[in-house]
């Protein structure tokens, strides 16, 4: 299983974006990246996935460079209520029947007023 | 997507009773898993519970302290025996759904606390 690092935490005041980089050099040809949310108190929550390039979704952006052994993860315009650990996980291919099981330590993100 | 409830939602247990934890998912599903989060660390993987087959263990967790039950598509149960006051964090089941895209679903946890 491909091994994560991320940022053990970041801070950013509101109405700014935020990127939080992995790095995974050793993901696998059909591994997949995934982000998970998690706020104090509560079990992780799915943000967005990608295998390549650029993947956008309603509350985030995902860029994978062409080496794929990095990845970041954008948040457009952070509120208070982002504050929370991210985590990102390498694995897959969906379907497959393999899963995305290992956290790292995550980031922990702090957004300022 | 799923939704996942977790009995109990938090416990006070003494050192030496077990005790059971419950995972109720609103859909069949084949994979679910258990997880441990102890205080400001990351998840941890215990076991894989596949129904119809005994649990899968990762290395460091034991069926006889960690024994998982599966008995239908929607329901899955974590038995933490002979608790110690090093058992106490937060116990998390999630699930993936056959065919999807690797996505987890979590239940809100279960946050123990041994004497």
């Known amino acids: 299983l491909a091994k994560t690092t991320q940022p053990i935490s970041m801070d950013s005041y509101e109405g700014q974006e935020v990127n939080i980089t992995c790095s995974h050099n050793n993901i696998a040809t059909n591994d997949y990246i995934t982000w998970y949310q998690q706020f104090p108190s509560q079990g992780p929550r799915f943000i967005i996935q990608?295998?390549?390039t650029k993947v956008t979704n309603e509350v985030a952006s995902l860029f994978i460079p062409a080496d794929r052994k990095s990845s970041t993860l954008s948040l457009p315009r952070v509120s208070l209520s982002d504050t929370a650990v991210y985590y990102c996980?390498?694995?897959?291919?969906?379907?497959?029947?393999?899963?995305?099981?290992?956290f790292g330590k995550g980031t922990k993100l702090s957004v300022i007023p | 997507s799923a939704v996942i409830s977790q009995k109990p939602s938090r416990d006070i247990c003494q050192r030496g009773t077990s005790l059971t934890i419950q995972c109720q998912v609103d859909s069949q599903v084949t994979m679910m898993f258990w997880y441990r989060q102890q205080p400001g660390q990351s998840l941890t993987l215990i076991a894989t519970?596949?129904?119809?087959?005994?649990?899968?263990?990762e290395s460091g967790f034991v069926i006889d302290k960690f024994p998982i039950s599966r008995p239908n598509l929607t329901f899955s149960t974590l038995t933490v025996s002979n608790m110690s006051p090093e058992d106490s964090s937060i116990y998390l089941c999630?699930?993936?759904?056959?065919?999807?895209?690797?996505?987890?679903?979590f239940g809100p946890g279960t946050r123990l606390t041994v004497l």
């Open positions: 990608g295998y390549k």
């Open positions: 999630s699930v993936e759904q056959t065919g999807g895209n690797n996505e987890q679903f």
């Open positions: 996980l390498v694995g897959g291919p969906p379907g497959a029947g393999s899963y995305q099981l290992t």
């Open positions: 519970a596949n129904q119809g087959s005994e649990a899968t263990y």
